[in-house]
């Protein structure tokens, strides 16, 4: 079983940076970012897959966000620029065990506990 820890959630102003971390304890074939917003479903927001490091940016977040790998540390990092209040939510990483063709994780093994991202005045 691996364990997925996100941190590096807060409270910041509209424009402002942050940089959200994922850490395995294990191998994982993709893993993905995912957000929740109060009242509304939970959506994809950035995936990168382990073999090759192909990656994957929903519409809304592309050019402001970037997904990264550190594979010593099994640490996934998504870097936020330029953040909205539409940014707002709980921000949650989730991977795959096995590979299955996709960027994004597809059964979802394995999630964190999620880490709070506000966008705010």
């Known amino acids: 079983q691996v364990q997925l820890v996100e941190s590096g959630g807060g409270l910041v102003q509209p424009g402002s940076s942050l940089r959200l971390s994922c850490a395995a304890s294990g191998f994982t074939s993709t893993i993905g970012w995912f957000r929740q917003a109060p009242g509304k479903a939970r959506e994809g927001v950035s995936c990168i897959r382990d073999s090759d490091d192909n990656t994957w940016y929903a519409d809304s977040v592309k050019g402001r966000f970037t997904i990264s790998t550190d594979k010593a540390k099994n640490t996934v990092y998504l870097q936020m620029h330029s953040l909205k209040p539409e940014d707002t939510g709980v921000y949650y990483c989730?991977?795959?065990?096995?590979?299955?063709?996709?960027?994004?994780?597809?059964?979802?093994?394995?999630w964190g506990q999620g880490t709070q991202v506000t966008v705010s005045s």
């Open positions: 989730a991977a795959d065990r096995l590979y299955y063709g996709t960027t994004c994780p597809r059964r979802r093994d394995y």
